[in-house]
Every structure is written in C-alpha cells, then in structure tokens.
C-alpha cells in the first residue's frame, strides 16, 4: 500500500509568544482562532451570510510538533490569500479608509474573536503563507480596540422587533427579527427578572431600551443589551407621513416610495 501524500497547506495559523506550544493553548482559543481565520479567508460578510459557503471552506491538515502552527487548507485557495491578505492589509493601516468606504466591516466580528484570542492566550496570532516569508495577517490582542473606535459609535437607543428566542444558561440573551435586517439580533439582558418578563410576550412585538453600538455612516446596530422595553401601538407608515408632512416636512414629497424607506429603517 502507497502512502498517502500530505496535501500542500494553503497558509498557515500560528500562536507566537515565548515557549508556547500546544499544549498550552486551550483547544477552545485553536477553535475560535480558525472559524475566525475561516471567516476571512472565504470573505463571509456575518451581517449578510450566516454560514461559510462549503466551497470556501478549510480544512486542518496538520499541527506542528514542539510549536502552536497549525497548517490548513481552503477548498478555494486563491480566493483565501487574497481575502485574507486584505484583511491584513487594512488591519495593519491606521483605518483611514474606514471612513472611506468600511472596508472593514466585514472582517470586524472575527478580528473581535483573534484579538480575544491573543488577549486571553497572552500571544499574537499570525497568518502566514510561507513559514520563512511575512505574514499575511498579524492580531494582536488590541486590534479590536484600536480599530473599532474608528467604526463604532455608542449611545442609547430604541429598537423595536419581534422576539424570537430568549433565554440561556451561561448568558442571558435575547433574539429579535428587526425590520431591514437580514439575520436576527442577538441583544443582551440586564438581568433575569428581565429574561422572565420578555418570555411571557415570545413571538410578539416590543419596543426594547438600551445602550447600542452602530456601525459609523451605515447605523448597523452592531451590539444591544436590553434594560427595558414596552409594548408601542404601532401605526399604519403611511398615516406617519402624513403626520410628517403636516408638521412641515414636506421633504417626504420627493421621496419615490416613503413607506418603504420608513419599513426599512433600522
């Protein structure tokens, strides 16, 4: 019987810090380090896709003896260096083109998971292609910091949506279908007396108070945490503009299909 023949990794994961090895590093942290790494490499937007495309998908092929490398391979190669060393690229840079065009944002959910990663393990992760030459990608356990004050802004809002799921054991959480977004959202609760309250109205709509963090220029609601929420009598969108229009804001006049913009707003 011929033995097999290892294939050629794509790139590789690695875990530098002084004396590291696998040993000591939690097989929780090598998990999230690779789905995130994954996210990048197949260019999956989490705001718009919620699972990587299986053609795009990696594998791993091998874990390196005596250090934390771990050598994988994508189903779609080319597309995985190029991704990835983008998402390098801007991650490196001082953000200036976030306010340009967000190029970020799409890479903004794994590189949070890379920098926890790093911050937890006490080392910098490293994507590399070739062992001898410069990484494609470098996450230090600051970069999610460093770059998310340039994308994100806080304040408090109201949104209001549906309640889907509710509830957890180790964290308590909420789920709410928004109106204009294409996936749930995940919003945290203040406490548990909470949890029990937006239980009794599953499946219903609520208007939920609390901080949030939007994505700058787009006003993507990034992260929720509810304190609070009520139950709005919610109105016809065409008696709202006629109320605007009333109050002097006859800008809505121009507007080609205004119900459809106010539904959409999120």
């Known amino acids: ?24 590093v939690p097989l929780r942290a090598v998990n999230d380090a690779l789905s995130a790494v994954q996210d990048i490499a197949s260019g999956r937007d989490p705001f718009v896709t919620a699972k990587v495309d299986p053609g795009k998908a990696i594998n791993l092929v091998r874990v390196r003896g005596g250090s934390a490398i771990y050598s994988c391979i994508s189903h779609s190669p080319e597309e995985a260096m190029a991704n990835l060393t983008r998402a390098g690229s801007l991650i490196a840079s001082a953000a200036g083109q976030v306010e340009e065009d967000g190029s970020l944002v799409s890479v903004l959910k794994p590189l949070e998971r890379l920098s926890e990663v790093a911050r937890t393990v006490h080392c910098r992760l490293e994507v590399v292609s070739d062992p001898d030459g410069p990484p494609l990608l470098v996450v230090e356990g600051n970069d999610y910091e460093r770059v998310s004050k340039k994308l994100l802004v806080r304040g408090d809002a109201t949104v209001i949506g549906s309640i889907k799921r509710v509830g957890g054991k180790t964290e308590m959480r909420c789920a709410l279908q928004v109106p204009g977004r294409t996936h749930l959202l995940y919003c945290g609760v203040a406490n548990r007396d909470l949890v029990q309250r937006l239980g009794q109205h599953l499946y219903e709509r609520i208007a939920a108070v609390g901080p949030a963090v939007w994505i700058h220029r787009t006003w993507y609601v990034y992260d929720f945490k509810i304190v609070d929420f009520s139950q709005p ?16 804001l006859s800008g809505w006049d121009d507007v080609p299909n205004p119900e459809k913009v106010i539904r959409g707003m999120r």
């Open 1 to 24: 019987m011929s033995k097999q023949t290892m294939p050629t990794p794509t790139f590789s994961v690695r875990f530098v810090a002084e004396g590291i090895s696998p040993q000591q």
């Open 233 to 248: 009598k919610m109105g016809a969108a065409n008696e709202a503009i006629e109320r605007l229009r009333k109050a002097g």
